[in-house]
Structure formats: C-alpha cells, structure tokens
C-alpha cells in the first residue's frame, strides 16, 4: 500500500514568514501533485510535477519533488491570510487510484 | 464554465437510514470520481468510472455502499444503511479523457447519529 505522510499536521504562523511543508513516502511515484483545500469546499489544485528534481514555481509558492520521486516540499514565502488552508499532496503512479496524504492545516494570523 | 455541481451540501441522518447524493462532473469530462473524506485524513477514492462504466471501485463498502452512472454524466452515491463511521464529507471529482488533472465538487458533509 503506498502511503503519503505530510508534516507538520499543523502549523500556524504570522503574516510575512516563510513556510515549508513535506511530504514524503517510501514509494516511487510518477507524478505528485499538490492541492489546497479552504473549509466547505473541494481540493482545488495547485501544481503537478512529474520529473525527479522538478521545481515549480507559483507566484510565492514553489513545489519541489524529489530526485528519486519520492517526497516533495511546498515553500511559500511572506504567508498572507489567504494562503491559509489544508495543503494536500496526492501521488500518482501508473493506473493506480490516486493516494492523498492526511495534508498540513496552515493559518496565516495577521 | 461551470464546476461540479454536488447536492445536498449537508445532510443529517440517524444511523441505519438511507441517503443519497448527487453529483454533475463538468460538461464533457468522461471520468468521475466519489471521494470520502473523514475529518482530519485526505480523501480515500471509493469509485472511479470512465463514462457509464465501473474503473476502479476496490475501496467501496459494496455491503452497504452503491453508485451509478447511468448515461454516462451525472452520479448518484447512496448508503444504505448508513453507520456512524460513515460521517464525513463525501467529493465528487471529474476529469477530462486521460489526464491526472481533477476537478472537485464542493462536496456533501454527511454527519450519522
């Protein structure tokens, strides 16, 4: 069974700090994505990497994943209140259904 | 364009009952995914389809759980009877022909008493 474990579970910081979050399995993935997910609403996603060593960026988010495609980071910089919410990621390898993990609850005090 | 579309937004039933949910996946997208998400956990994939037909339903409690797609557009989720461990928010999901890229709904929060 592949298995996605994100850390922190929580994390709670003023506005204008830098963040990182993790996610990480011992399986081997072809692609992973990241998801943001606000209260009441659906995941909506962020950004799909498919290449080991992969960046992203996102206006003040970058995604990275692994080399051996295994884990992946999303660094936000100067957090604002609207980042605010559950950060999912999600791996996808061949025709398997797609495994979430139990995703990081961020909050953005201002 | 319009996103998937899910009804009711809430539901509250007492244990053992019936319930059903609906979702419209975006115009044109042939696969369409039901999502449970317990609160605190990510989602868990219960049943995929590829237009009218069955993909992947490996995580649904068939004894009590039961979709369908008939024309191949809109679904319907029901449990029948539903149990406490059932309360959780239930998404709908969809995608166009071949791609990992998926859409959700707002999702149905289901609370079992």
């Known amino acids: 069974t592949q298995l996605l474990e994100q850390s922190p579970q929580f994390l709670s910081i003023q506005e204008g700090e830098n963040l990182t979050v993790y996610c990480n399995s011992s399986?081997?993935?072809?692609?992973l994505q990241w998801y943001r997910q606000e209260p009441g609403e659906g995941p909506v996603l962020l950004v799909t990497?498919?290449?080991?060593?992969e960046v992203k960026k996102l206006k003040r988010l970058t995604f990275q994943f692994g080399d051996a495609r295994k884990d992946s980071s999303l660094h936000i910089t100067a957090a604002q209140p609207g980042d605010t919410g559950l950060y999912l990621c999600?791996?996808?390898?061949?025709?398997?259904?797609?495994?979430f993990g139990k995703g990081t609850r961020l909050s953005v005090i201002a | 364009e319009a996103g998937v579309a899910q009804s009711p937004r809430y539901k509250i039933i007492e244990k053992r009952q019936s319930v059903a949910f609906w979702c419209n996946p975006i115009?044109?997208?042939?696969?369409l995914y039901w999502y449970q998400q317990i609160l605190g956990q990510g989602p868990k994939l219960l049943i995929q389809?590829?237009?009218?037909?069955?993909?992947?339903d490996s995580q649904l409690p068939k004894d009590r759980f039961s979709a369908e797609r008939l024309k191949g557009v809109d679904s319907t989720l029901k449990i029948q009877p539903a149990k406490l461990e059932d309360s959780a928010v239930y998404l709908c999901?969809?995608?166009?022909?071949?791609?990992?890229?998926?859409?959700f709904g707002p999702g149905t929060r289901l609370t079992v008493l």
């Open positions: 999901a969809s995608s166009p022909w071949n791609t990992d890229t998926q859409y």
């Open positions: 399986s081997v993935f072809s692609s």
């Open positions: 990497v498919v290449t080991g060593g």
């Open positions: 999600a791996g996808a390898e061949g025709n398997t259904p797609l495994v």
């Open positions: 115009s044109g997208h042939a696969t």
């Open positions: 389809f590829q237009n009218n037909g069955v993909v992947d």
